[in-house]
């Protein structure tokens, strides 16, 4: 029997699980928590949802977000629990060393950089997001949909797909958007939630983020500066700085954004965007990971020589691409 094959039989035999999500919680992980832990919950199983942190204010209308714990995950012999979308154990945080305990642990993702660390693994790196793999595997056991599932995948595929917008959009993203507006879902409803609408506080951080934009790289890379200080001083929070790395990417002739967050003077994370390059490879030299257009990691070390470091490897990573291209 192939993992899917074995995981849908899993769903459908065991009684207890346990889901749980990445750090810095998104609309895919989310969403996809929220979808299959209702689907499992109506068909009679014990769920507990975990996702590390809070869940994001903006999806907080989501049903059954309140029920989303972000700590006390402890298992029993039975447990079975389930990683989604988190490309390795390290990215579901404070639960990864319990989790590596599980009798079974699948893992659901759509990260190409997935290490496969469960016992099972439903890795498909075609999928846009988390939550299409969910709604096809809720389709194929033969589950019907309610509107509050419909609504938490339509979120998931609609945030990793910055509204169909990305590459990762695919004709089988916009099937699956389809079949989930045949719940009676209101798209505009959900983007207005999850996309425009923002506190002040974000357009006073963002103010103060685009003034530390700098040009490198033959004015190729774009990089934003974004400080724990700076959050502290508009009243936002970590979850805030989310959007404002997709505005590198955005001004003409820019092939590759990056966004430093100085957490501490020891401790900077970094967000990298592009066009074309494949910045997951970028990522991964500071061990972190991602996507191709859509990458990060977490470096240790002091603002200024991380961010040298950055820009040599992200120039190296164009002068390759370029090449590459002929
Ligand atoms: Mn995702």
């Known amino acids: 029997m192939n993992d899917r094959d074995e995981i849908i039989k899993i769903l459908r035999e065991q009684q207890r699980f346990s889901l749980a999500a990445h750090v810095l919680p998104d609309g895919d992980s989310i969403g996809s928590l929220l979808a299959l832990g209702e689907a499992l919950a109506r068909a009679g199983k014990e769920i507990k949802l975990f996702s590390p942190g809070k869940v994001p204010q903006k999806y907080t209308f989501l049903r059954g977000s ?142 103060e983020a685009l003034s530390s934009l700098e040009l490198h790289g033959d004015n190729r890379i774009a990089l934003i500066t974004v400080s724990k200080e700076m959050l502290e001083r508009c009243g936002t929070t970590v979850e805030e700085i989310d959007g404002i790395i997709n505005y590198t990417r955005d001004i003409e002739g820019i092939e590759l954004g990056i966004l430093i967050y100085v957490e501490s003077p020891e401790e900077v994370k970094v967000g990298f965007r592009s066009r074309r390059a494949d910045v997951s490879l970028l990522a991964q030299q500071f061990n972190g990971g991602g996507h191709a257009r859509a990458a990060g990691c977490r470096i240790h070390g002091a603002y200024a020589p991380v961010k040298e470091k950055i820009l040599l490897q992200a120039q190296k990573l164009l002068q390759e691409t370029a090449g590459k291209e002929g």
């Open 66 to 207: 309140e029920k989303i714990a972000a700590a006390g995950l402890v298992l029993q012999p039975d447990t079975v629990v389930i990683a989604l979308d988190s490309s390795d154990p390290e990215r579901l945080g404070p639960f990864a060393e319990t989790i590596k305990q599980a009798r079974c642990l699948i893992n659901i993702d759509h990260h190409v950089t997935n290490v496969r660390y469960g016992t099972l693994n439903l890795v498909e790196p075609e999928a846009a997001a988390t939550g299409e793999i969910i709604y096809r595997l809720l389709a194929d056991m033969g589950i019907p949909l309610t509107e509050s599932m419909a609504e938490a995948l339509y979120v998931a595929i609609a945030t990793d797909t910055g509204s169909f917008k990305f590459e990762n959009t695919t004709p089988a993203t916009h099937r699956t958007a389809a079949a989930l507006l045949e719940h009676q879902i209101n798209p505009a409803v959900l983007s207005q939630r999850v996309f425009d609408e923002r506190p002040l506080s974000y357009y006073i951080l963002l103010k």
